[in-house]
């Protein structure tokens, strides 16, 4: 069971915006560790999303954003793409399990 | 270019010791500014991030694996390895290694390999 809690799944049609959840709790986001987002294709290596909450790597299209409040963090993606089919992992880090911990996955499909 | 490859064994056998090596192409892992390490994903599951090294010689383990996992560094070939000993089917997964970069307030895994599958069966 993961530390960190995200719905298993969310769709929308193309050009829309869906939103993805990350609940953690006072041990980890909630105590103010940065949120990280990662991004997974089928068979494919994470590639980092979003990090320190809400800043975009270089070349991550501003149609995706993140932000944090109290012990949740979100991820936004704006004008649905279904190359933005994927799944999605929030991260942080806990210091009651002194470590990195990393929410469920969600599942993004474009309808 | 900047690559992260791992190596090792795609099959273990249960209570061996799972060994695997990342080697690192396009940047040093002695220039500071980063940790490097290993997460893991088990078949049509989350991620699990088991291990850090900083070139320094400072290691972080995931306490749940803690008593089973040694990290470690050879600068000199630009690679890190894992070792997992007493290795049951549940550590049977993808695993990746990382770079592991120092953003100022925090850390975030900005670079990974393309992971090797590893099975733990007789």
């Known amino acids: 069971q993961s530390v960190l809690t995200q719905p298993p799944s969310v769709s929308g049609a193309p050009g829309q915006r869906v939103t993805i959840s990350c609940t953690g709790t006072?041990?980890?986001?909630?105590?103010?560790?940065?949120v990280h987002w990662y991004q997974q294709f089928s068979g494919a290596a994470p590639k980092l999303l979003i990090h320190?909450?809400?800043i975009r790597p270089a070349g991550i299209p501003d149609r995706f954003s993140g932000s944090k409040s109290g012990t949740a963090a979100t991820l936004a993606i704006t004008g649905l793409q279904a190359d933005d089919e994927a799944d999605y992992y929030c991260q942080s880090y806990d210091n009651r399990l002194s470590g990195y911990v990393f929410g469920s996955g969600t599942t993004v499909t474009v309808l | 270019q900047l690559q992260l490859q791992e190596s090792g064994p795609g099959l273990v056998t249960p209570s061996e010791t799972l060994s695997l090596t990342c080697t690192v192409s396009g940047d040093s892992v002695s220039d500071g500014s980063s940790n490097w390490g290993w997460i893991r994903q088990p078949p049509g599951k989350g991620l699990e991030w088991i291990a850090s090294v900083h070139y320094r010689g400072s290691t972080w383990y995931n306490p749940s694996l803690k008593s089973r996992v040694t990290i470690s560094m050879d600068t000199s070939k630009n690679h890190f390895s894992l070792q997992l000993s007493s290795v049951t089917a549940a550590d049977t997964a993808l695993y990746f290694c990382?770079?592991?970069?120092?953003?100022?307030?925090?850390?975030?895994?900005?670079?990974w390999g393309l992971g090797t599958r590893v099975t733990v069966s007789s």
């Open positions: 990382t770079r592991e970069r120092d953003f100022g307030d925090y850390e975030a895994f900005d670079l």
């Open positions: 006072g041990s980890n986001i909630g105590t103010g560790y940065d």
């Open positions: 320190g909450n809400n």
